[in-house]
């Protein structure tokens, strides 16, 4: 059975993208080819992970804005839309970029999920 591995990111929208980045980069040292990457092979930790998680109001986000985009790693792209269309799931598209393979679909609230198989590593 496929399965998620893990968080493969956070995608939301900003007024200038560019100047988000730079402070990425130069406030939190954070930066890569699409935005801040940040390496789970740095981790140190014992069992590090990533943890999405649900609130039934926004308090504890605020002052923070609601427009934002769950990717979730996966291990096998190809098993994993097919159980989920097997589920009734409905898979609003799907891609192979090369470096990574992707499909689509909406969580119950219509929160956006990006399912990524990563096919080779970041760019230099």
């Known amino acids: 059975m496929a399965k998620v591995t893990g968080l493969g990111g956070v995608f ?26 940040m390496p789970w092979s740095e981790e140190t930790g014992d069992q590090p992970y990533s943890l999405i998680s649900h609130f039934k109001d926004g308090e504890y986000l605020k002052p923070g804005q609601p427009h934002f985009m769950i990717n979730l790693r996966v291990d096998d792209l190809d098993a994993f839309v097919a159980e989920l269309e097997a589920k009734g799931v409905d898979v ?26 990563q096919c080779a590593p970041p760019p230099e």
């Open 12 to 37: 939301y929208v900003v007024k200038d993208p560019a100047a988000t980045r730079a402070w990425y980069r130069e406030v939190l040292g954070s930066d890569g080819e699409y935005g801040p990457q």
């Open 92 to 117: 609003i598209d799907t891609v192979d970029e090369g470096y990574g393979k992707f499909a689509w679909l909406l969580d119950p609230d219509g929160i956006k999920i990006e399912l990524w198989q």
